[in-house]
């Protein structure tokens, strides 16, 4: 393995790296996510020849490598940022568009705009965004862990108006696809009225390839969650289930983000 590891290492070249990633994702060194490249590929050494390809991952490591994968990083692909991906660093958060909420199924919104302005009102800068992401109901049921308690945390205050959470459902499965509108009103009817509006749905899998690699979710078996500042920028990212110090961690960076803005605000006033 570490002759392998020494013929893999020379091999991360330039070409290899997609600029859209997202600076700052942590993403668990344990996890083979850490080794995929664009197009869901990794490098495989071939014992009798030494001849190293990139093959789909599916084929190097099994149709199975994500329940291990996820073993191996206790439910944490994704490491949570200690502390704010820097202003300077922070990306847009990729695009994808045709999705739907479930409280209006027949009104198509596209990412990340509906973040920054939902209402079409011409606003310059939206709201604090948290975006929890899942592809399985396995997943789906670790997001309450995160966004509950950030809620809770904003419900009541000034804040209240510019701090919002979302829950994003990917359905990959192209089989499924024709009975996209069955499954979208099933989930609404197991949907409270109020969270509604805050779920979106997606269906296909023609953009989401590139979605979730630029977001670094290689692992489709558990949650995720991006915190986007007023511009719609990733400032922050974690996975799995939280714990009560992400938990703190997350509304205290959200807190600062909102300083940020209040800052930035005040800078376009005073021009």
Not at 36 to 52: D, E, F, M, R, S
Not at 88 to 94: K, S
Not at 232 to 249: D, I, L, Y
Request: charged content about 25%.
């Amino acid at each position: 393995q570490q002759q392998q590891q020494q013929q893999f290492t020379p091999l991360n070249r330039l070409e290899d790296a997609n600029p859209e990633r997202i600076h700052g994702i942590q993403v668990n060194p344990d996890s083979l996510g850490s080794s995929i490249l664009p197009g869901n590929l990794i490098y495989k050494t071939y014992k009798w020849t030494g001849n190293t390809r990139k093959i789909p991952v599916e084929l190097a490591k099994g149709y199975f490598w994500m329940v291990s994968d996820l073993k191996k990083t206790n439910q944490k692909p994704t490491l949570s940022n200690e502390k704010l991906i820097p202003e300077q660093d922070a990306q847009e958060f990729p695009t994808l568009t045709g999705l739907n909420t479930l409280m209006d199924p027949g009104t198509k919104i596209d990412l990340p705009w509906y973040f920054l302005d939902p209402d079409q009102t011409g606003k310059v800068r939206g709201n604090i965004t948290l975006l929890a992401i899942t592809f399985r109901d396995n997943g789906f049921k670790l997001i309450p862990t995160w966004t509950e308690p950030f809620e809770q945390a904003f419900q009541d205050g000034p804040a209240s108006s510019r701090v919002k959470a979302f829950k994003l459902s990917i359905t990959e499965h192209w089989v499924l696809y024709p009975l996209r509108g069955l499954l979208t009103r099933v989930m609404k009817n197991n949907t409270p009225l109020d969270e509604q509006s805050k779920t979106l749905v997606y269906f296909g899998s023609k953009q989401v390839d590139e979605f979730r690699d630029v977001l670094r979710m290689h692992n489709i078996m558990t949650s995720y969650v991006f915190l986007l500042d007023d511009l719609g920028r990733v400032r922050f990212a974690g996975s799995g289930e939280a714990s009560q110090k992400e938990v703190n961690n997350l509304i205290r960076f959200t807190k600062e983000l909102l300083l940020e803005s209040d800052g930035a605000g005040n800078k376009s006033k005073r021009k």
